[in-house]
């Protein structure tokens, strides 16, 4: 199983980046996906999640009201809409995945590569 992320760069405070996370390979069920990112420095923090049964995302207190995951089940992938970008959101960002395999084994998180948000004043 892979977990393949798109969409960072650099962009100046107030514009928006979308990023992208596709999960691959053997694949029997996905359970909640999410964003998390670590700052140079700092820890790795949840920005955001979704489950998948009922799709209901939450969201870190920093990002609320700006940010948006969103999930596409038939396609095997979590977005993240980032508005109102501020310099703080700059960091590496990682999407997680809960992946079962196959009928008989449990979730197992699964990591993106990360991508980089670099975000100027």
């Known amino acids: 199983v892979q977990l393949q992320a798109s969409g960072g760069g650099l962009v100046r405070a107030g514009g928006s980046l979308r990023l992208s996370c596709a999960a691959s390979g053997r694949i029997f069920s996905i359970n909640g996906m999410g964003w998390y990112r670590q700052a140079p420095g700092k820890q790795r923090e949840l920005v955001g999640d979704?489950?998948?049964?009922?799709?209901?995302?939450r969201y870190a207190d920093s990002v609320k009201g700006r940010f948006t995951i969103s999930r596409d089940n038939a396609k095997n992938t979590v977005y993240l809409q980032m508005n109102s970008l501020k310099p703080e959101d700059t960091a590496v960002y990682y999407c997680?995945?809960?992946?079962?395999?196959?009928?008989?084994?449990?979730?197992?998180?699964?990591w993106g590569q990360g991508t980089q948000v670099t975000v100027s004043s």
């Open positions: 979704i489950n998948s049964s009922a799709g209901i995302p």
């Open positions: 997680n995945a809960a992946i079962a395999r196959s009928y008989y084994s449990g979730p197992a998180d699964y």
